[in-house]
Nanobody
């Protein structure tokens, strides 16, 4: 499976961005798709995840109520709508996928990764 993320950029605090991640190849391995982020000097951290049906979504406490994860299985694409952005949301955002149906918050449980897209939020 290949994952291609895009949509990052520079935005002012309070603004919005939408990230996209398109999957290609063996998309049967994308039962769960997720977003992680890595800020400078920090470890890669869980942001959000979604099951294949789209009915179940999971969020880190730091983004609940501001970010929304969704997916379009016909396009093999997962999205991350980010609203009310804060400077502390600045990071490289990575999409990830795992073939199992159970969601994990741990980066080590994801088999496939995109290349990352940089989000910078200015104050």
């Amino acid at each position: 499976v290949q994952l291609q993320a895009c949509g990052g950029g520079l935005v002012q605090a309070g603004g919005s961005l939408r990230l996209s991640c398109a999957a290609s190849g063996r998309t049967s391995s994308t039962n769960v798709m997720a977003w992680f982020r890595q800020a400078p000097g920090k470890e890669r951290a869980f942001v959000a995840a979604i099951t294949r049906s789209g009915h179940n979504t999971y969020y880190a406490d730091s983004v609940k109520g501001r970010f929304t994860i969704s997916r379009d299985n016909a396009k093999n694409t997962v999205y991350l709508q980010m609203n009310s952005l804060k400077p502390e949301d600045t990071a490289v955002y990575y999409c990830a996928a795992r073939p199992f149906t159970v969601v994990s918050y741990h980066r080590g449980q994801y088999h496939h990764w995109g290349q990352g897209t940089l989000v910078t939020v200015s104050s």
